[in-house]
T-cell receptor, first 112, second 111 residues
Framework: SQQGEEDPQALSIQEGENATMNCSYKTSINNLQWYRQNSGRGLVHLIL?????REKHSGRLRVTLDTSKKSSSLLITASRAADTASYFCATPLSGGYNKLIFGAGTRLAVHP | ETGVTQSPTHLIKTRGQQVTLRCSSQ?????VSWYQQALGQGPQFIFQ???????GRGNFPPRFSGLQFPNYSSELNVNALELDDSALYLCASGGVNTEAFFGQGTRLTVV
């Protein structure tokens, strides 16, 4: 079974709106990462948040982490058509930053 | 651009054949991991190599094997291909305590 589970599975919004994706995981972690994937190609790293951090920002992205609830959220503000992609959260498998367990992802569609 | 390159980009093989996929890691990264992504699913961890030794494996059978070379390039070998091996194969390089950088993947189709 997968460690992370994203919610919702699919999200459709208009340009300019905000998009929020949630991720839940099962075991204790030392970090959680968010990735974007366009059209089934390579994954692009968005943000890494460590277990001692509660919130992190990068441009229009805001990630929160609640270790007590074993959950994280990714907020994309003022969305653009170019944000259309699949978004995945990933947690480390038994330590290490490059042994990752991914959820099934959220497919985001941003309409002009 | 992540600096991680994979070859080939697409490949078609027949069931029972063997395949080798290649990955060139970003300079300075000493770990390389391989992932399998079936259509509509998230990537699944196959294994990681660190300093040319396997350093962790996911739930994949021994017919999935790998190599890492001194220049941090890497290979994924799959023997006795099955139809269910059809997927996007991703490699990712990184440091021990840094985020992973992914290549664009190799799409393997087994017929």
């Amino acid at each position: 079974s997968q460690q992370g589970e994203e919610d919702p599975q699919a999200l459709s919004i208009q340009e300019g709106e905000n998009a929020t994706m949630n991720c839940s995981y099962k075991t204790s972690i030392n970090n959680l990462q968010w990735y974007r994937q366009n059209s089934g190609r390579g994954l692009v790293h968005l943000i890494l948040i460590r277990s001692n951090e509660r919130e992190k920002h990068s441009g229009r992205l805001r990630v929160t982490l609640d270790t007590s609830k074993k959950s994280s959220s990714l907020l994309i503000t003022a969305s653009r058509a170019a944000d259309t992609a699949s978004y995945f959260c990933a947690t480390p498998l038994s330590g290490g930053y490059n042994k990752l367990i991914f959820g099934a992802g959220t497919r985001l569609a941003v309409h002009p | 651009e992540t600096g991680v390159t994979q070859s080939p980009t697409h490949l078609i093989k027949t069931r029972g054949q063997q395949v080798t996929l290649r990955c060139s890691s970003q300079s300075g990264h000493n770990t390389v991991s391989w992932y399998q992504q079936a259509l509509g699913q998230g990537p699944q961890f196959i294994f990681q190599y660190y300093r040319e030794e396997e350093n962790g494996r996911g739930n994949f059978p021994p017919r999935f094997s790998g190599l890492q070379f001194p220049n941090y390039s890497s290979e994924l070998n799959v023997n006795a291909l099955e139809l269910d091996d059809s997927a996007l194969y991703l490699c990712a390089s990184g440091g021990v305590n840094t985020e992973a950088f992914f290549g664009q993947g190799t799409r393997l189709t087994v017929v």
